[in-house]
């Protein structure tokens, strides 16, 4: 078996919800040592890399695919610039490193008109739709998901048909418009189907579509979507597909009137959440909960919730999630805190720093990126008076006994 067809096995797999081969795949890199295809995007380390990204090991996926935009320059294969390009960008959008996603979608773009590659071309408007969808430009997202939709009639191309289409309903829902989210995503789940894909992890929109029909009101087949969600996550016990099917829970239940339920469901979301480095997932999770323990009456954990769900947010910046969080935290109805009082996140930025955690430690423990962190802790020193770590560990002090600042 060649490198390349070891590759294609494991992905094939992982793809039908058999779990991720690394064995396999490090056979097809052996292999390829000894033989490497003249074309970048041939070899195995693309397949590996998706995969890697599938299965949220995001640091392992991004150092492949950085090493496979270098071989490509190194090696003068500006053809298969265009489809590594669009992979890093969609990576990085699941990771929240939003500025980098944005920056490989227009370098994907611009490598796909250097060497007029029609076939690639679809994957460079899948990359651009995303991240316009992500930060909140609908129109921009619903015209590139819209052109790469009339290439694929062209092209045939089964798989980017479903990714357009999933792209596109998640444009919509972020603009809450359901009904046009739900045609979207029902389009993308039905082409999911069709080609057996088992694994929800891979393109990620199947949650988005639980939520369009939850929200539409048509629990009963938003119960069906649940379950088939919930029974991926613990096949394959991803934590992605795990988080998000207990976040569709809740939904669910929240819905049907029962909060505590819902919330001890968004509890197991938030666990899961701890080891999944996506942001703005973890995001979605913690605005749902501040809406629903709003609901339950619970108006400082509600408070809670929705301003750690703001900071992130805020920080990302996903400007329409961002309006929903404040709408969320406008009906609460509680004083606003004083100007100089930290905000939730602030206080555990400063908690952990202040314990000698440096910002990248930090960023990784509430999973915020290192310079949201640096933005937070900026704030964190204005409020308090301090210009050090050592000032910030003595008022954290101080405020942890209940003196007074100096």
């Known amino acids: 078996m060649t490198s390349e067809a070891l590759a294609q096995k494991m992905y094939a797999d ?73 992979y890093l960008a969609d990576l990085e959008c699941w990771a929240g490193n939003w500025q980098a996603a944005e920056r490989h979608a227009a370098d994907s773009w611009e490598a796909c008109e250097q060497v007029g590659h029609r076939a690639w071309q679809t994957a460079a408007f899948y990359a651009r739709a995303l991240v316009d969808a992500h930060l909140g430009r609908i129109d921009a997202a619903r015209a590139g998901a819209g052109e790469g939709l009339s290439l694929v009639t062209a092209t045939g191309d089964i798989w980017m048909l479903m990714l357009l289409r999933g792209v596109l309903g998640f444009a919509e829902l972020s603009a809450g418009n359901l009904q046009a989210a739900e045609a979207s995503l029902d389009s993308a789940a ?29 629990l009963h087949r938003g119960e069906r979507l649940v379950e088939r969600l919930e029974r991926w996550g613990h096949t394959t016990g991803g934590a ?39 942001p703005f997932e973890l995001g979605r999770t913690l605005l749902i909960m501040g809406q629903t323990q709003r609901r339950a009456k619970r108006k400082l954990v509600a408070r809670q919730h929705l301003e750690r769900a703001l900071g992130i947010f805020e920080s ?91």
């Open 240 to 278: 992605w597909t795990l988080a998000t099917a207990a976040r569709c829970r809740a939904l669910l239940l929240a819905a049907r009137g029962d909060t505590q339920d819902a919330i001890r469901a968004l509890e197991e979301a938030i666990g899961h959440h701890q080891h999944l480095a996506m």
């Open 14 to 86: 992982f793809m039908v919800g058999r779990g991720l081969d690394l064995e396999l795949a490090d056979r097809a890199m052996e292999l390829e040592e000894k033989c490497r295809p003249p074309q970048v995007e041939e070899r195995a380390a693309l397949m590996i890399g998706r995969c890697l990204v599938h299965a949220d090991r995001f640091d392992e996926a991004r150092c492949l695919f950085e090493q496979m935009v270098q071989a490509t320059r190194e090696e003068g294969d500006d053809s298969s610039l265009p489809l590594l390009l669009a």
């Open 316 to 406: 990302l910046p996903a400007p329409l999630w961002a309006d929903r969080t404040r709408s969320e935290l406008s009906r609460i109805g509680l004083r606003p805190p004083a100007p100089l009082a930290l905000t939730a996140t602030e206080e555990r930025v400063a908690v952990l720093a202040a314990s000698g955690h440096t910002n990248r430690q930090v960023a990784q423990a509430l999973f915020l990126s290192p310079r949201t962190v640096e933005a937070n802790l900026a704030r964190v020193y204005r409020k308090l008076g301090v210009s050090s770590r050592a000032e910030l560990g003595a008022a954290m002090t101080r405020r942890e006994a209940g003196v007074p600042p100096p």
């Open 190 to 218: 039905d082409v999911a189907s069709r080609v057996g894909l088992a694994e929800p992890a891979a393109w990620r929109f199947h949650a988005n579509h639980a939520e369009a029909v939850i929200g539409l009101g048509d």
